[in-house]
């Protein structure tokens, strides 16, 4: 008996042998020809990859599974088929060698052809990487699992070569077996049968296991299915040059061994695939960042359970054919939650038809009722009601998850729609956070406090309070009193007045937090404290003052503890411009008035948003976050409201710049803004310059051109350079921060520079998020109509300098109050209504009295904690609705990039990384910057120049084989 080595020396040589006679004849160059020809056709122009304006490969494997059909069954036509048709198959049956040496031989023979093809398309990812923000995982998973797939293809394309004689037959034959392996995971065959048919048929087929990998996740399943498929096929193919072997040998003992291993090889493989099909966790996530894991933070959330939580899908078993294949990846996701949950979570998956009284209870308890779609064929068009709901529940609180909160659609045309899970374990995971979180706000605030609260009280003595105080503080103390009880010694409290021990209480909170006397009145002399705060080690915030109640001093009291408490709902409050009702359009965009529903929906899915009125002077008690969208004519005592909020240790985000645009009457203008807040700014070192900013790197301005096409007028959307869009891209965004570290890519719209006053700074910590290009400059001019040249192109010149600009920074640290030595706000409205009412009498005289009653208290604190942070992003417009439905355009799917920015700077100052690292992980698409059209067909042109370059490679070094081995036989025989 041979060795081993031996066999892996003649399975090598007939490999060699094999690819020899391919490059012998022009079969090998057609086929990387073709190959690579329609490949670069079906990405660039098939999938429209400019159009698509994403950074990946998905087109380059799109077609893949089709395309390699037809080339493997080309390739392995001719290689047993041409062996018994000249008659040299006889040759190779009497040899002293095993027979599936020549089997395997000519398969590595084809496999290196098949990558030696894949390695010419190269250029494409590294082209895509040099265009945009590329994650190589999916590129390098897509490639394995076309070697793989390629392989199958293969071996079934020699198992069929060696039945017939006839290549054309071979071939046919060939296409036919690899097409109906293909078909069985489509949606062409599954869709004759419900969720767990068709489910089982995708586990059979080609395609479908192609689409998993393709995706980044490596899992041995895929992996099994393609190696028991080539194992398989290699086999029979075996087997059926044995039986020629076997004709005139009659029936012997090793025949029948032949047959019940091959026998048992394919039950072995049905069987495994089956047994691998119930496991889920071994499998590799190759993307950038894991996407397709359970995260950290998820694991975080379920850490926190303390009863069982329910994940309930509601799937029709009969559905329609775009969300049909999304039902085993909801379904693989919600086992991780089971596993990961250690037995907290369990998941049900159930089919409402068939089971009657869950789909009443879904009915009547969830509100979740089924869905109509229209499904058509070829023959008929029918209505089908169908479910497509995840229920999460957890004690007595539940969410409910339709299928428009957990799929996305990309619409390229009409007949193109690609419909896909948006980011199911961010959807899961923030219903999961939703219901743990009114659940927890059903029992003890305490019991998510970590560590102990000390709350301190600076009051002065009873003599010094104003009686309207004195009673408040009666009320205080109650209010500590049974809190105190709830909070199992977790609390502590302590009332300090400041004036005693010769005031140096007065002077450390003076120092420490700005605490100055407060008076009741502009004119009053008497001065006294009364300030409540609440901390935990270095963290203290502000208790507010509102009404004086004993119910507002509750309410402010328990927004205070649940900022140091993990698992509550947090509170934005939100300042919106009033903006004058808008009546003319800009083509598609809408009217005049800024419009910013979409970053309420989408900040509104993970917080409590509340409208805020900064009139009374004030921000609510519940706010955690201060939001100023484009802000606009701030008075003092509005203007006083942000300050203290700043100054009581908040976080105050600004989306804020000089200049705003009017759409209005199928018109563009520039206005000049007031904010109000501009002088506030500059007082704590962060200037906004009136100019504006432009950038040679941009985004494209969307413009509806009407063409006259045989007398019809036809309406399109032309894409221009704008450099007022500017397009910030990664190399622009601070990587270090987790606001802009996995944001990639930024539109900011008519932005101006800020400057940074570094005196004025101080010892804060300054951190630069946002940046323009450096082939940016600035303009003073207000004219931002795009221009068009004669030719239709884009006509903006860049002038003056040319460097970057910041756009969006953090200032966080001890800020002093713009109104440090000014009289409060509060206090001069006070004397201007006590001025107007002064000639007016009150027609009863304990109307009077109970006016004198309402106590203004009138203080200024005159610096903040650490906590305290200013973030700031120069631009009114990037947040409205309006520019969001233009970047959409520009782009062909939803742009959400600019409120995604707004929600991670507040998931950052709230410190719930949580979500935000999960948000951030595969929802958003990595764009493709703007290109000119004659840079796409460069682009273009350059892989196609690649590719026959890599041609011209291959075939200049095998002619030097060959001469150098005519040589060697002519040296030789001489």
């Not at 006679?21 to 999938?47: K, N």
């Not at 221009?720 to 539109?747: E, G």
Request: charge should be negative; hydrophobic fraction near 40%.
């Amino acid at each position: 008996m041979q060795p081993d080595h031996s066999h892996f020396s003649m399975i090598r040589r007939i490999a060699a042998k094999e690819i020899a006679l391919f490059f012998s004849s022009p079969i090998a160059y057609l086929f990387l020809a073709t190959f690579a020809g329609v490949t670069l056709f079906v990405f660039f122009w098939g999938e429209a990859f400019f159009a698509r304006n994403i950074a990946d490969v998905r087109p380059l494997f799109e077609w893949m599974p089709i395309l390699l059909i037809f080339l493997a069954s080309t390739l392995t036509m001719r290689l047993w088929s041409e062996e018994r048709r000249t008659g040299t198959l006889e040759h190779v049956l009497t040899q002293p060698v095993p027979l599936w040496n020549f089997v395997l031989g000519k398969f590595l023979g084809c496999l290196v052809l098949l990558g030696i093809a894949l390695l010419i398309t190269l250029p494409l990812p590294l082209t895509v990487s040099v265009l945009g923000d590329l994650d190589w995982g999916p590129v390098w998973a897509g490639y394995l699992a076309t070697l793989l797939l390629g392989a199958a293809y293969l071996s079934i394309g020699l198992f069929v070569s060696a039945r017939s004689d006839n290549q054309i037959v071979s071939l046919i034959s060939s296409v036919a077996v690899c097409g109906l392996f293909y078909l069985l995971g489509t949606s062409v065959i599954t869709n004759f049968f419900g969720n767990q048919g068709g489910e089982w048929l995708r586990l059979l087929g080609t395609g479908s296991r192609f689409d998993s990998i393709t995706r980044g996740v490596i899992d041995i399943r895929d992996l099994y299915y393609y190696l028991s498929i080539i194992a398989v096929f290699l086999v029979l193919n075996t087997l059926v040059l044995e039986k020629e072997r076997w004709a005139n040998s009659g029936q012997l003992a090793h025949h029948r061994s032949w047959y019940l291993i091959t026998v048992l090889l394919i039950a072995n493989a049905i069987g495994a695939n089956l047994w691998l099909g119930q496991i889920n966790a071994l499998r590799i996530d190759a993307t950038q960042g894991n996407q397709y894991s359970i995260s950290n933070a998820t694991q975080t959330y379920l850490d926190q359970l303390q009863e069982p939580l329910l994940l309930r899908g509601y799937f029709s078993s009969k559905t329609h054919p775009l969300l049909s294949p999304l039902v085993p990846q909801l379904r693989d996701l919600m086992r991780e939650y089971e596993i990961a949950g250690d037995g907290k979570v369990r998941v049900e998956l159930i089919d409402p038809v068939a089971n009657p009284e869950l789909e009443q209870e879904a009915n009547q308890k969830y509100a979740i009722q089924p869905v109509p779609f229209q499904v058509a064929d070829r023959y008929q068009s029918a209505i089908v009601s169908s479910y497509f709901n995840v229920l999460v529940q957890y004690g007595d609180q539940h969410q409910v998850l339709g299928f428009q909160d957990l799929i996305e659609i990309k619409a390229q045309s009409e007949s193109d729609i690609d419909v896909q899970l948006r980011n199911p374990e961010h959807d899961l995971t923030r219903a999961i956070k939703k219901v743990l979180n009114s659940y927890q706000a059903g029992g003890n605030l305490f019991d998510t406090v970590k560590g102990d609260l000390a709350f301190n009280a600076y009051i002065s003595a009873d003599n010094a309070l104003p009686e309207q105080l004195r009673e408040f503080k009666q009320s205080v103390q109650t209010v500590l009193s049974d809190v105190q009880k709830q909070s199992g010694g977790h609390l502590k409290t302590r009332i300090i007045d400041p004036d005693a021990d010769g005031g140096t209480v007065a002077l450390k909170i003076a120092e420490d937090y700005g605490f100055r006397p407060m008076t009741s009145g502009l004119f009053s002399n008497d001065q006294f404290y009364f300030y409540l705060t609440l901390g935990r080690d270095d963290q203290v915030v502000q208790i507010p003052l509102e009404d004086f109640s004993e119910a507002s001093f509750k309410r402010n009291l328990e927004a205070g503890i649940k900022r140091f408490a993990s698992g509550f709902t947090k509170t934005v409050a939100l300042v919106l411009p009033i903006q004058a009702p808008a009546y003319g359009q800009f083509g598609m965009m809408g009217g005049a008035g800024a419009q910013f529903n979409q970053l309420e929906q989408f900040l509104g899915a993970e917080l409590n948003i509340e409208r805020e009125d900064l009139s009374d002077g004030a921000v609510s008690g519940s706010a955690d976050i201060l939001l100023l969208a484009a802000p606009k004519e701030l008075d003092g005592k509005q203007l006083f409201a942000v300050d203290q909020f700043l100054m009581q240790g908040g976080t105050v985000i600004a989306a804020s710049s000089p200049f705003s645009a009017n759409f209005s009457n199928r018109t563009l203008e520039l206005q000049k803004h007031n904010s109000g807040i501009s002088e506030w700014l500059a007082h704590h070192g962060l200037k906004v310059e009136e100019q504006l900013v432009l950038d040679s790197q941009n985004s494209a301005f969307p413009v509806p051109v009407s063409r006259n096409i045989g007398g019809f007028q036809l309406q399109e959307m032309r894409m221009l350079d704008y450099p007022y869009f500017i397009d910030i891209r990664s190399n622009s965004l601070d990587k270090d921060n987790a606001i802009t570290a996995d944001l990639p890519q930024l539109t900011l719209a008519w932005a101006s520079p800020i400057t940074l006053d570094k005196d004025k700074q101080g010892q804060r910590t300054v951190t630069e998020l946002i940046h323009s290009s450096d082939q940016s400059w600035l303009s003073d001019s207000t004219d931002i109509m795009p221009k068009i040249n004669g030719n239709g192109i884009s006509s903006f010149q860049s002038q003056g300098t040319m460097s970057k600009h910041l756009l969006g920074v953090i200032s966080a640290g001890r800020f002093d109050s713009y109104f440090t030595g000014k009289q409060s706000p509060l206090l001069a409205t006070q004397s201007d209504d006590a001025a107007d009412n002064s000639d007016t009498t009150p027609d009863k005289p304990d109307q009077a009295g109970k006016e004198d009653e309402k106590t203004t208290i009138g203080s200024v604190i005159e610096r903040s904690p650490e906590s305290a942070r200013i973030i700031l992003f120069s631009s009114n417009d990037f947040l409205r609705d309006q520019v969001n439905r233009m970047a959409s355009v520009a782009q062909g799917s939803e742009y959400l990039n600019g409120v995604q920015l707004v929600a991670n700077s507040v998931d950052w100052s709230l410190e719930d990384a949580g979500l935000l690292s999960i948000r951030s992980r595969g929802h958003f698409n990595r764009t493709l910057p703007p290109m000119e059209r004659p840079t796409r067909m460069f682009w273009e042109y350059l892989n196609y120049a690649l590719a026959a370059l890599a041609l011209g490679v291959i075939a200049l070094i095998r002619k030097q084989r060959n001469a150098a081995r005519l040589r060697h036989y002519s040296q030789h025989y001489a």
